[in-house]
């Protein structure tokens, strides 16, 4: 936590830091700032663990995984295009994206699914 700390020292300032401490506890704060650090750094682990396993299985033309849980790998937003989809129903291919990612689900606290057949 230290280390996070100083990296958030440095993107914030030590004032608003301290300021934001007082107000949250550190675990909150942490999980809540780990999205501004995520955002130099490139897609999270979760958002590349997703995306790999929907990459592998459907085989989309377009596909993004995001972390809209402020960092904390609890809730995702996944938009994916795929031929797999073709002739599904839009609750059909909604399944099938949370079946192909049903152990991840399991530690979820909310997944936003959009789905769509490539032109």
Same mark, same amino acid.
Do not use: A, W
């Given at each position: 936590?230290?280390?996070?700390?100083? @990296?958030?020292?440095?993107?914030? *300032?030590?004032? /608003? !830091?301290?300021?934001? &401490?007082?107000? =949250?506890?550190?675990? #909150?704060? %942490?999980?809540?700032?780990?999205?501004?650090?995520?955002? @130099?750094?490139?897609?999270?682990? *979760?958002?590349? /663990? !997703?995306?790999?396993? &929907?990459?592998? =299985?459907?085989?989309? #033309?377009? %596909?993004?995984?995001?972390?809209?849980?402020?960092?904390?790998?609890?809730?995702?937003?996944?938009?994916?295009?795929?031929?797999?989809?073709?002739?599904?129903?839009?609750?059909?291919?909604?399944?099938?994206?949370?079946?192909?990612?049903?152990?991840?689900?399991?530690?979820?606290?909310?997944?936003?699914?959009?789905?769509?057949?490539?032109?």
């Amino acid at each position: 936590r230290s280390s996070e700390i100083t @990296q958030l020292r440095m993107l914030l *300032g030590l004032r /608003r !830091l301290h300021s934001l &401490l007082r107000r =949250k506890s550190i675990s #909150t704060f %942490l999980c809540q700032s780990k999205r501004l650090l995520s955002i @130099q750094v490139g897609p999270s682990d *979760g958002e590349q /663990r !997703l995306g790999k396993i &929907l990459q592998d =299985k459907l085989c989309p #033309t377009e %596909l993004e995984v995001r972390d809209i849980s402020g960092g904390c790998g609890s809730m995702y937003q996944i938009n994916i295009s795929s031929e797999k989809f073709k002739g599904m129903r839009l609750v059909q291919q909604h399944r099938m994206v949370k079946d192909t990612l049903k152990e991840e689900v399991k530690n979820m606290h909310g997944l936003t699914v959009t789905t769509s057949v490539p032109l």
